[in-house]
């Protein structure tokens, strides 16, 4: 199966940042996109970020221009850097992973984030 570790998260202030770090190992021969998640409590799980295997990427239009999702395929880790962090980007963030073939999302146990004001 695939293995999603997730690390990284942690206590800032507004306005500081953090980077997020997802190792993926298991079988993954072929991916079709990995990215990240969150979710506040009370609330449903939103996509943050994507990139696909061609490097295409996707972001929700609230982190657009303070978040950025790289990739090293070498090394099947997937990175978001969260730059000018705000109070609502307070959220367990989860790696997920799509691979050719089945389809399926897989999904990392997540990382806490938490942003004060």
């Known amino acids: 199966q695939v293995q999603l570790v997730e690390s990284g998260g942690g206590l800032v202030q507004a306005g500081g940042s953090l980077r997020l770090s997802c190792a993926a190992s298991g079988k993954i021969s072929s991916i079709r996109y990995m990215g990240w998640y969150r979710q506040a409590p009370g609330k449903q799980r939103d996509l943050v970020a994507l990139?696909?295997?061609?490097?295409?990427?996707n972001y929700a239009e609230s982190v657009k221009g303070r978040f950025t999702i790289s990739g090293e395929t070498a090394k099947n880790t997937v990175y978001l850097q969260m730059n000018s962090l705000k109070p609502e980007d307070t959220a367990v963030y989860y790696c997920?992973?799509?691979?050719w073939g089945d389809g399926m999302d897989y999904w990392g146990k997540g990382t806490p984030v938490t942003v004060s004001s």
């Open positions: 990139i696909t295997n061609s490097g295409t990427t």
């Open positions: 997920v992973l799509n691979r």
